[in-house]
């Protein structure tokens, strides 16, 4: 059937004044590091949700930022893989130069399908891809070009999530810690008494660590419980501190509480809250930085990337230590030999004493923040 003249003239004249938009307008719109940054704190409240512990956690984190990142590299020179750089890691396939892609479209869907696949509620990702994708549709891509971005991003994320596989993660599930109850060593503490947390993590393969013995700790002061001993100052410390802690010590201690699972008892009833892990909290504060300090799509994604593979290579040199030591918690020893009643401002996590996952720099007055 032939439109009338002026049907054909009118949809002409709408087509001949729809304005395209050009590459540059929408890879701008794309890299708005805003969208990874409030894609980064929802993967952030699905590990809280699910209720990750915390190493658990920092490998999520490094697989998904890892792919982020190799997805974004394409379309940055300065930049370059991490491939051959981290230990057994090779480049994922590269795109095809011949053809156009929006990159941080790619990177966010590499990102979001590592996220999901190593989560448990998928339920959580459902609506919130859609929005998310649905924005990135509004910024005028091509059809062809999102389609090509998006399937590189998952063909990035696939050789991350290969990687992943063969990280000895999987082989250490269901692991339980065997407590000797020698002298001196770990035993679960209250209120909860819970299992060891992740006894074998020293055996997940690291990204930049040789192995997780390559920096040792100097080793911990000799269980004694003679007065005079170095072990006992130490425990006193503990001790006679938490008798006398001021507001703003108690704040600092709660700001920096990052145990993921806290149990509160209250009568016969027992309940948990979920809480942010130790590398969710310090990937929050590289998002601040990086809003504060305007940094764009690669420098925000970058820093997130090497922040996350940093994080999770400290904890397997510190689980290594913890574990291998496999040093009394100072609750234990006070609720045993002269207070049975005391109990830490916070929670005692469910891992032995030494080394101390973090410490806090006053002046030139190192304090251990026990984790």
């Known amino acids: 059937m032939k439109l009338p003249l002026p049907c054909l003239i009118f949809i002409l004249l709408v087509v001949?004044?729809?304005?395209?938009?050009?590459?540059?307008?929408?890879?701008?719109?794309?890299?708005d590091p805003q969208i990874f940054h409030e894609t980064a704190t929802h993967l952030t409240d699905v590990i809280i949700h699910d209720i990750f512990k915390a190493p658990v956690a920092s490998r999520i984190y490094s697989y998904s930022f890892l792919a982020a990142y190799e997805a974004l590299v394409p379309g940055h020179q300065d930049y370059q893989s991490l491939g051959g750089q981290l230990v057994k890691f090779t480049a994922p396939?590269?795109?095809?130069?011949?053809?156009?892609?929006?990159?941080?479209?790619?990177?966010?869907?590499?990102?979001?399908?590592?996220g999901r696949t190593l989560t448990f509620s998928g339920n959580m990702w459902d609506e919130y891809e859609k929005g998310l994708f649905e924005k990135y549709r509004k910024m005028g891509i091509p059809e062809d070009v999102f389609e090509r971005s998006t399937a590189y991003g998952d063909s990035v994320a696939k050789h991350v999530l290969a990687y992943s596989a063969k990280d000895n993660y999987k082989e250490i599930r269901g692991y339980r810690y065997t407590v000797t109850n020698e002298p001196g060593t770990w035993v679960p503490t209250p209120p909860a008494y819970a299992d060891a947390c992740e006894p074998m993590w020293n055996t997940v393969r690291t990204f930049a660590l040789d192995s997780v013995t390559q920096f040792r700790c100097p080793p911990p002061a000799k269980y004694d419980l003679g007065e005079k001993s170095k072990f006992m100052a130490l425990t006193m410390e503990v001790y006679n501190m938490s008798k006398t802690l001021t507001s703003d010590q108690k704040a600092t201690a709660y700001f920096?509480?990052?145990?993921?699972?806290?149990?509160?008892?209250?009568?016969?009833?027992?309940?948990?809250n979920k809480k942010m892990s130790p590398a969710g909290h310090w990937l929050a504060i590289i998002r601040t930085v990086a809003t504060d300090k305007k940094l764009d799509l690669i420098c925000s994604t970058e820093a997130y990337t090497l922040g996350a593979l940093s994080l999770f290579?400290?904890?397997?040199?510190?689980?290594?230590?913890?574990?291998?030591t496999v040093r009394v918690r100072p609750e234990t020893v006070i609720n045993n030999n002269w207070d049975?009643?005391?109990?830490?401002?916070l929670e005692t996590p469910a891992f032995p004493e030494y080394v101390s996952g973090g410490k806090l720099k006053k002046g030139r007055k190192t304090v251990t923040t026990f984790v």
């Open 93 to 114: 396939p590269k795109p095809d130069s011949a053809l156009a892609y929006c990159y941080p479209l790619a990177s966010i869907k590499a990102f979001t399908t590592v």
């Open 340 to 345: 049975p009643d005391w109990r830490p401002l």
């Open 16 to 31: 001949g004044c729809t304005k395209s938009v050009s590459p540059d307008e929408y890879n701008a719109k794309a890299a």
């Open 313 to 324: 290579d400290a904890f397997s040199a510190c689980w290594d230590e913890k574990f291998r």
């Open 256 to 272: 920096w509480d990052d145990n993921a699972f806290v149990t509160n008892v209250v009568g016969h009833a027992m309940f948990a």
